[in-house]
Each structure stands twice: as structure tokens, then as C-alpha cells.
């Protein structure tokens, strides 16, 4: 079947590591995205790519970085300059064209121990 | 300024009540795309229902009914005779021009009561 997958699904982090979440689709989509999400609070974006080699900061990318090597694959590090990373992370990805609708995947839990 | 309001944190219904989920956005851009997602439990985002600017018209989508109203900026989301499976976190968002990415409201708790 068609969709999104995100691992882990949960992930424990000690102080000053970097780790690094999965996101793969096999949807064809061109674009694809990392967003935030906090307790009572919206997405809010990390990075997103349209296109391979290629990325763009959203509004709170300090201290994540991601990489585009391949269509099918979005991943996201959560460096340790990041102070407050306990969080839940969803990634998503659409066709190109502002009237199409992002698939998501089931995100991940990240939390720091 | 893109943004989008659900001013509804939470609502608690009983089973088979309506239960009307508020959104009003702001954007400067003629042409714009308007979203309502589902999150279950489970965490992934479900979409539900994507309008342009350019059309207005009201959808149902058997209980599923949605008002979208330029005049006010709104696009609210109607749930008839609820379920408890309707039970979720529902947000409202915005695409804009030529942007590709969404922006969320805060969402609406939405609990049904057996």
C-alpha cells in the first residue's frame, strides 16, 4: 500500500545527543515536509523540500537539519543544539501544486531522558 | 499575516448531538487553500476536505458538512449526530499563493460521550 512511514515511533534521546528520524514514501510526491506538534499547539514546520538536493527552512529550524539524497526519503536530525526537543514530529509529503492535500505519516515521539 | 484560529480548545458532546468545530483564517492572497485534518489517537493526521478560494459552495459528506464564508474568513466544520469515533483532534489550515507548505490552527479536542 501507498503512504508514509515514520521510525521510529518512539525515540528517547539523552542530553547533547543528535539523533535522527526516518520518513519514507512511496507516493511519487515531489514534496515533502518535517512539522512539530506540542501539547495543545498546531504543526508548526521544521524544514520542508520540494524537490531532491534541495530544502528549505520553515519557522522553527534551529537546531534540526535535514537532508534530500533520494525522492522516496526525508530524513530529520534533531541536533543537540536543539534545547527543547521533547516533542511529536510528523512528517508529510504532497504532489506539487498548492491545491493538493499532505499525506502524513504517524509520526514520532521524541523525548529526552 | 497567514493565520488560522480554532478559538474552540476543547468540546464534549453526547452521542448523536451536532457539534459545529470553528476555524477563521487570515491571508492577504486572492488564491488560497483551505484544509480540516482528523487526529485520532493514533497521531497520524487524516485529511477530510480541501476548498479553493474561488469556491464557495457548501459540501456534505454524509454526516460531514462544511461552511465556507469569505465575507467572515471562515470555514467551519459540522459533525451531525456524532459518534464516539468522531473523537479526535481536528485542525483547520491554510495554503496560500504560491506556498507549499500548510499553516495549522491549534486544533479542537473533540470528545463524544457515549
Known amino acids: 500500500d501507498g503512504g508514509i512511514t515514520q521510525s521510529p515511533k518512539y525515540l528517547f534521546r539523552k542530553e547533547g545527543q543528535n539523533v535522527t528520524l526516518s520518513c519514507e514514501q512511496n507516493?511519487?510526491?515531489?514534496?515533502m515536509y518535517w512539522y512539530r506538534q506540542d501539547p495543545g499547539q498546531g504543526l508548526r514546520l521544521i524544514y520542508y523540500?520540494?524537490?531532491?538536493?534541495?530544502?528549505q527552512k520553515g519557522d522553527i529550524a534551529e537546531g534540526y537539519s535535514v537532508s534530500r539524497e533520494k525522492k522516496e526519503s526525508f530524513p530529520l536530525t534533531v541536533t543537540s543544539a536543539q534545547k527543547n526537543p521533547t516533542a511529536f514530529y510528523l512528517c508529510?509529503?504532497?504532489?506539487?501544486?498548492?491545491?493538493?492535500?499532505?499525506?502524513f505519516g504517524q509520526g514520532t515521539r521524541l523525548t529526552v531522558v | 499575516a497567514q493565520k488560522v484560529t480554532q478559538a474552540q480548545t476543547e468540546i464534549s458532546v453526547v452521542e448523536k448531538e451536532d457539534v459545529t468545530l470553528d476555524c477563521v483564517y487570515e491571508?492577504?492572497?486572492?488564491?488560497?487553500?483551505l484544509f480540516w485534518y482528523k487526529q485520532p489517537p493514533s497521531g497520524e493526521l487524516v485529511f477530510l476536505i480541501r476548498?479553493?478560494?474561488?469556491?464557495?459552495q457548501n459540501e456534505i459528506s454524509g454526516r460531514y458538512s462544511w461552511n465556507f464564508q469569505k465575507s467572515t474568513s471562515s470555514f467551519n466544520f459540522t459533525i451531525t449526530a456524532s459518534q464516539v469515533v468522531d473523537s479526535a483532534v481536528y485542525f483547520c489550515?491554510?495554503?496560500?499563493?504560491?506556498?507549499?507548505?500548510?499553516?495549522f490552527g491549534s486544533g479542537t479536542q473533540l470528545t463524544v460521550l457515549p
Open positions: 508529510a509529503s504532497n504532489h506539487q501544486g498548492a491545491n493538493t492535500e499532505a499525506f
Open positions: 507516493l511519487n510526491h515531489d514534496a
Open positions: 523540500s520540494q524537490i531532491v538536493n534541495d530544502f
Open positions: 491571508t492577504r492572497d486572492t488564491t488560497y487553500y
Open positions: 476548498r479553493n478560494s474561488f469556491d464557495e
Open positions: 489550515a491554510l495554503r496560500w499563493g504560491s506556498a507549499r507548505q500548510l499553516t
